[in-house]
């Protein structure tokens, strides 16, 4: 079966670093996405990687190592806004996403 | 760029009527979009993938005749809740694809659907 394991849930202190990980099983892959959802609104796209390698876009990061079926987001300087779900997407065939569980983000003053 | 809205963002009907949501692609061209539906603390759960000018694509266990989805033009999809029921009540979002290259899906704000 095809599927996508992230953390449940991630706890960090404002202001630090923190790094959500997920594995992918998956039949075709196409690209590793991420997006942010706070509670009650919709997905909000944050970052994409079809390449080996860090993408850096302002304090978050995305990761993807193919060969090992893996990749992190990463995110610095944590603000309380920051504080949602997050979750993995690996784009098959005919763009459909395939979804991770999602992780909660939840960040202490 | 790239936004999707959906309307309304909220309803609250009684049991046995319809509801249609619709979702539009503001400033660009969707020739393939999703619907979703996410009950709470969990993942989002696709339910169909609508192509213009053709038939959708359901996914295994979504009755495609109490879920009806029409894309008549390349920024509206329309999904009609058929029959509504209390176990329907969730939240449906519907998304379109914003980069071909990257297949970044760009989401609507959902509509949060209550059946009484």
């Known amino acids: 079966g095809q599927s996508l394991e992230q953390p449940s849930e991630v706890t960090a202190v404002e202001g630090a670093i923190v790094q959500i990980n997920c594995t992918y099983q998956?039949?075709?892959?196409?690209?590793l996405s991420w997006y942010q959802q706070h509670d009650g609104g919709a997905p909000t796209f944050l970052s994409y990687n079809a390449l080996d390698g860090l993408e850096e876009t302002g304090r978050f990061s995305s990761f993807l190592s193919r060969s090992d079926s893996y990749g992190y987001l990463l995110l610095q300087e944590l603000q309380m806004k920051d504080s949602a779900s997050y979750f993995c997407?690996?784009?098959?065939?005919?763009?459909?996403?395939?979804w991770g569980a999602g992780t909660k983000l939840i960040i202490k003053p | 760029g790239a936004v999707v809205s959906q309307h309304p963002s909220w309803v609250i009907c009684k049991s046995g009527t319809s509801v249609k949501i619709e979702c539009r692609s503001l400033d660009f061209q969707a020739t393939t979009m999703f619907w979703y539906r996410q009950f709470p603390k969990q993942s989002l759960m696709l339910m169909a993938t609508s192509n213009e000018g053709s038939k959708a694509t359901y996914e295994q266990g979504v009755e495609k005749d109490k879920f009806l989805i029409n894309h008549a033009s390349l920024t509206l999809s329309t999904l009609t809740v058929t029959s509504a029921h209390p176990e329907d009540s969730s939240f449906y979002i519907c998304?379109?694809?914003?980069?071909?290259?990257?297949?970044?899906?760009?989401f609507g704000p959902g509509t949060r659907l209550t059946v009484l």
């Open positions: 998304s379109a694809i914003g980069n071909l290259a990257t297949d970044t899906q760009y």
């Open positions: 998956t039949s075709g892959f196409y690209g």
């Open positions: 997407a690996v784009a098959g065939s005919n763009y459909q996403l395939i």
